[in-house]
């Protein structure tokens, strides 16, 4: 092995295409580890959210006089009590309404006066539309004026965002991993280029082109896998820095955001998976130059 190594880096150490390519490939699995970590944490906040707001509801008592929509509300509270198809049926604290309107309407959202729609939140036992169209009949029978709004369908535009971005860093990925392979392809013939004089003598000494392709790809190999190792150690220390700024904001969403073991697990095999996709890149690339050009 000692002696193979030492011919590989005295027909390769001149490549300097194959030795930029540390570099190229510890930038590219920098970037790729970045963006699934992107997608994944983004698919597990996506998927909180979605399990958050599954099976929940706001009904809105927007009766103008305050009597009546007070009186209403609570016949409405007692009524969704009584459902089979509502887990639970909690009335919102007005003091909690005037919190959330400050930002736009200031002290004047706690005004008593002021006609702030009753509401009441609601977790629905099963959250099928059969289920949801019995509540809202049973809601207006009693208020026809009032609303019932599935959490999903606020929730719906931002939803389809997540997925979004979750569907831009599967590209990225794709992408990233496609210029890998022709970054190694054009290092590899590079190699093959500066060395050609050296490969003719191989070939006249008895060696194949199985036996120089098999020299090369163990030197790109080697040379991805510092690459490898020098990028996922910075993708790493970078995710390390995100995750704990993020904790830091303590935003809801964004706590949800995060990898889980899977994720971690999968982000530690693309340092594997880059080496790998490296060497069968060159070795299809240097058998293919070898058997149309030398």
Known sequence: MSGGGERTRRVLDEAR???????????????????AALGLATRNAASGLESQLAGRATVQIVTGD????????????GALRRLDDVRAATPVDRGELA????????????DPDLPVPTMIDLELADGEPAAL????????KIAPAARVDTHEAWMTPVADFLDLIVLIAAVLVILLAGATAAV?????????????????????????DVQVA????????????IGAVIGGVAALAMLLLISAQAAGLGS??????????????TLALLPVAFVLLAALAAR?????TLERVL
Not at 19 to 26: E, Y
Not at 133 to 140: D, E, G, K
Not at 252 to 265: I, K
């Open 184 to 208: 190694v392809v054009l290092a590899a013939r590079a190699g093959l280029e500066a060395h050609r004089q050296t490969i003719e003598i191989m070939h006249m000494l008895g060696s194949t």
């Open 284 to 288: 299809l690339a240097i058998t293919r």
């Open 66 to 77: 305050p009597a009546r929509r007070q009186a209403e509300a609570d016949r409405v509270l």
């Open 99 to 110: 919190a959330l309107l400050r930002p736009w309407l200031g002290d004047a959202g706690a």
């Open 17 to 35: 295409g194959v030795r930029a390519m540390v570099w190229i490939i510890a930038i590219m699995l920098f970037l790729t580890v970045l963006g």
């Open 214 to 225: 098999r020299l090369f790809q163990r030197r790109i190999a080697r040379d991805a896998a």
């Open 252 to 265: 809801e969403l964004l706590g949800q955001a995060t990898l889980g073991p899977l994720g971690w697990a």
């Open 133 to 140: 169209a019995r509540v809202r009949a049973a809601v207006t």
